[in-house]
């Protein structure tokens, strides 16, 4: 009963509880260090601690340094991990950020350990244990008379699915709250998770494998709280999702992305409604994606996985989606298949907030879908082989945008 009531905290919309600091000064200091500052621990701990007004924002100057200058090696996996051979060849795996950091802290004054432990993660085949995690260490550092969290690893970049290392900052993995620091860390000591009531190994492996962007994007979990499902070849998983965020996602077998079509996610309010059909009976990996809608580019983040095991086969399809039913909060209520029968008529309904006009293309002839009411668009639509593609047109645009792409067989 314990361990279920600290799941469904944790599952909760979660309380940052951390005092906003603007560390720009900080972050800016540290990226200017020039290469003579960085000759040893120690003079590089002079460097990042001049200016530096508390514990926070010397802690903030050695995180943004490393995750700055130091690139995750797998090859380094079981070497030296001395903090001077690290900041000497500016590569390293987990144990190296983590003594680095604990270095740089204890030369500036600051209190810091190595926690060693497992994650959620991808990593050299070395540091995976037969469970799927991965062996991984970081640091707790004291701050204010109080334990904090810090991973410069996963703060500088992450491993792709070939172990490439990815350079790219994380704010996530500076000093965060242990509520969300225990989705994918557990210490092998149960007091690094500085939780009143510390999560069982057994609950940890249950729960869903979250990402940064998770968190970023202000993600919830609403349907699924654990990391496997079973079903009968489809399945939808509901998110919280804030307005400014959108949702993606897809699946995957064997470890390869299966076609986008068996994947639809689409908003329902304050959430995500994200669709999987699975073509046979097996193990899946459902992938949600999430980015900003106003971010300069399209590319979405990895934010949670599931694993599905299918019991049955289910052969059905969604329509191709395009960037624009997304971003414009559209809602498909039908046709959700993405295969149509030629020579029939489908009766089309969906809703598109702001659309002065929504039209089906098939063979070349448009259709236009009558407006209903509230933002929906509904009608009786002639199909014809090959394909069906909805449009729509919206105020300040003389052309019109794809929303949807159906395949008429």
Not at 145 to 169: I, N
Request: hydrophobic share 45%; aromatic share 8%.
């Amino acid at each position: 009963m314990a361990g279920l009531l600290l799941l469904l905290l944790l599952l909760a919309p979660p309380a940052f509880g951390q005092t906003a600091c603007d560390y720009t000064a900080a972050d800016a200091h540290a990226l200017a260090a020039p290469e003579s500052a960085a000759g040893s621990v120690a003079s590089l701990s002079r460097y990042l601690m001049h200016n530096a007004r508390n514990d926070r924002e010397k802690t903030r100057a050695i995180y943004r340094w490393i995750t700055e200058s130091i690139n995750y090696d797998a090859s380094l996996l079981g070497k030296d991990v001395d903090p001077e051979v690290v900041l000497k060849q500016r590569r390293a795996v987990c144990a190296g950020y983590a003594s680095l950091f604990a270095a740089l802290a204890e030369a500036s004054g600051l209190t810091a350990v190595v926690v060693h432990g497992e994650a959620k993660g991808v990593g050299p085949k070395g540091a995976m244990t037969s469970e799927g995690l991965l062996t991984h260490d970081w640091n707790a550092v004291q701050i204010d008379d109080a334990w904090r969290l810090v991973d410069c690893t996963w703060g500088a970049g992450r491993l792709d699915e070939r172990l490439r290392f990815v350079p790219r900052f994380t704010d996530h993995y500076f000093l965060t709250p242990p509520e969300l620091f225990v989705y994918d860390h557990l210490p092998k000591e149960a007091r690094w998770q500085l939780l009143e009531l510390p999560l069982s190994r057994s609950d940890f492996l249950k729960r869903v494998t979250v990402k940064s962007a998770f968190f970023e994007n202000g993600l919830q979990l609403v349907s699924h709280p654990h990391a496997q499902i079973e079903c009968d070849g489809s399945l939808t998983v509901t998110v919280g999702a804030p307005a400014e965020t959108i949702v993606a996602a897809s699946l995957a077998r064997n470890g390869r992305d299966l076609d986008g079509a068996q994947a639809f996610a689409q908003r329902e309010g304050d959430n995500f409604a994200v669709s999987a059909s699975m073509p046979s009976k097996g193990i899946y990996v459902l992938r949600i994606f999430a980015r900003k809608r106003d971010s300069q580019s399209e590319e979405y983040d990895l934010a949670a996985e599931y694993r599905v095991e299918a019991g049955a086969g289910n052969p059905g399809v969604f329509p191709k989606m395009f960037v624009s039913f997304q971003e414009r909060d559209c809602h498909l209520d039908r046709p959700l298949s993405g295969r149509l029968r030629a020579g029939s008529s489908e009766h089309f309904s969906l809703r598109a907030p702001g659309a002065e006009d929504v039209v089906v293309e098939v063979s070349g002839v448009v259709q236009h879908l009558a407006a209903a009411g509230g933002d929906a668009f509904t009608g009786a639509v002639n199909l014809e082989p090959g394909a069906a593609t909805v449009f729509a047109r919206f105020p300040g645009n003389r052309r019109y945008e794809g929303l949807l792409k159906y395949v008429v067989e």
